[in-house]
């Protein structure tokens, strides 16, 4: 009897033991709980983290992330509004706001990643089919920093954009979150992680890039050019000049050497016979000598002066 009473004892233990258990449980800060009974919730979500109560066995806990979920989207392949195909690669930032219609309407978070997919998606593909690719890529109209002259050719190469990227992603968020507000979430950020180019639209960028580069680059070997024609003018203008200066100045010395000379030769000339006879000597000793060379033939007069000259010298 006693046997009986303590299996009985034991049973009834365990019986409670369970039904406690499952009619106990605990929500901690992170977490937001709906009770559902028989598939159907039961009352109000429940937000505030605590030991809590349900129908053991009857009822069951459903819980839900109080935190922000990341929501990451797949690239894709979108046409602008240009006709430019870009891949775009998006992530998104969510929170569940309203527990029981997030239950209600989407189940679980596999089903709010599904329903967030279409949404963000399809607004993501509206949003760059209605803007052009600058739209897409910038954010600001940018002010080249450099010099005047080169930012002049770079700001012309600019297309000046009236949206921009941020403007777009903005866009996109609010669009989203209209059509999420029936599902018990709302979307906190939403942004382009990533734009890449098709093979087409990036050698079309970089045949800009290119363009531009070489508007600058021309303009500089212009610019070079020019500089190059003014400097060598310059250099020819000094340099003749200079030898016109030269040339003036040799003159005059040589002008003043040669009267300096003749007022030697002069002097030297009407000091008496013998010197006269001397400066006719040594004239003729310099036209002989600037008139006669190794393959001249000289006919000379036995009378001459110049032939007694030589005769004298031989014997």
Do not use: C, H
Not at 46 to 74: C, H, M, S
Not at 265 to 280: D, I, S, T, V
Request: aromatic share 10%; net charge negative.
């Amino acid at each position: 009897m006693s046997q009986l009473k303590g299996i009985t004892a034991i049973v009834v233990g365990l019986i409670a033991f369970l039904l406690i258990s499952d009619g106990v449980f605990i929500v901690n800060e992170t977490e937001q709980v709906i009770i559902t009974q028989f598939g159907n919730p039961v009352g109000e979500a429940i937000t505030e983290p605590g030991l809590n109560f349900k129908v053991p066995f009857i009822q069951t806990a459903n819980y839900f992330e109080k935190r922000y979920l990341e929501w990451d989207g797949a690239q894709s392949e979108v046409t602008t509004k240009d006709k430019k195909f870009i891949f775009v690669d998006t992530y998104a930032r969510w929170q569940i706001t309203d527990p029981l219609e997030y239950y209600q309407r989407l189940g679980n978070e596999r089903g709010a990643q599904s329903r967030l997919d279409d949404i963000l998606d399809g607004e993501t593909r509206n949003a760059v089919a209605a803007n052009n690719l600058d739209e897409v890529i910038r954010s600001t109209n940018r002010v080249p920093v450099a010099d005047e002259e080169i930012a002049d050719i770079v700001e012309d190469s600019l297309i000046t954009i009236s949206v921009g990227r941020a403007a777009i992603q903005d866009e996109i968020l609010r669009l989203a979150n209209e059509r999420a507000s029936d599902l018990g979430l709302e979307i906190l950020d939403f942004r382009f992680k990533r734009v890449n180019y098709v093979e087409d639209v990036r050698r079309t960028v970089y045949d800009r890039m290119i363009s531009e580069r070489n508007r600058i680059a021309d303009k500089f070997r212009s610019e070079g050019q020019g500089e190059s024609s003014r400097i060598n003018g310059e250099k020819d203008r000094e340099l003749l000049r200079i030898q016109s200066e030269a040339f003036r100045e040799a003159e005059t010395i040589r002008g003043e050497a040669d009267a300096q000379a003749a007022a030697i030769y002069n002097a030297a000339y009407n000091r008496n016979a013998a010197a006269r006879e001397l400066y006719a000597f040594t004239k003729s000793m310099e036209a002989y000598r600037n008139t006669i060379d190794s393959e001249t033939s000289l006919i000379i007069s036995t009378n001459s002066d110049f032939y007694k000259y030589l005769n004298s010298i031989d014997n």
